[in-house]
């Protein structure tokens, strides 16, 4: 599906999600992310359970009434070291929904600044 991005806002530490990926996992109450071993792609799923890796999503995000941002200080961390990211820039990354498995894939090789 063209046009599915997430947001990284490296100086604030915080990823931006559009609604569009999320209810095509079937509007999860929380999510966790995935980073492949060879750090291109970043994977998000619907995750069932409250823990360390989870993220929840509040109601008001699939009602239209506020975006999806989490605050992540080491994944921000983590991808800006293994692209050679800038920590004091933006970047848009492309990618695909798959909606058969309930997930999202981003391909963090084609980020471009913004």
């Known amino acids: 599906m063209k046009g599915v991005y997430i947001s990284f806002y490296l100086k604030a530490n915080r990823v931006h999600i559009f609604v569009e990926p999320l209810r095509s996992m079937g509007s999860p109450e929380r999510i966790r992310f995935l980073i492949s071993k060879d750090g291109r792609i970043l994977l998000i799923q619907p995750y069932g359970k409250r823990g360390f890796t989870s993220h929840m999503i509040?109601?008001?995000v699939y009602d239209g009434k506020r975006?999806?941002?989490?605050?992540?200080?080491?994944?921000?961390t983590i991808l800006a070291e293994l692209h050679g990211w800038d920590l004091s820039c933006s970047y848009r990354v492309p990618?695909?929904?798959?909606?058969?498995?309930?997930?999202?894939?981003?391909?963090?090789?084609k980020a471009e600044v913004i």
């Open 95 to 109: 990618g695909r929904i798959a909606a058969d498995v309930r997930s999202a894939f981003f391909f963090l090789d």
């Open 58 to 60: 509040p109601r008001e």
């Open 67 to 76: 975006p999806l941002e989490i605050s992540s200080y080491k994944l921000c």
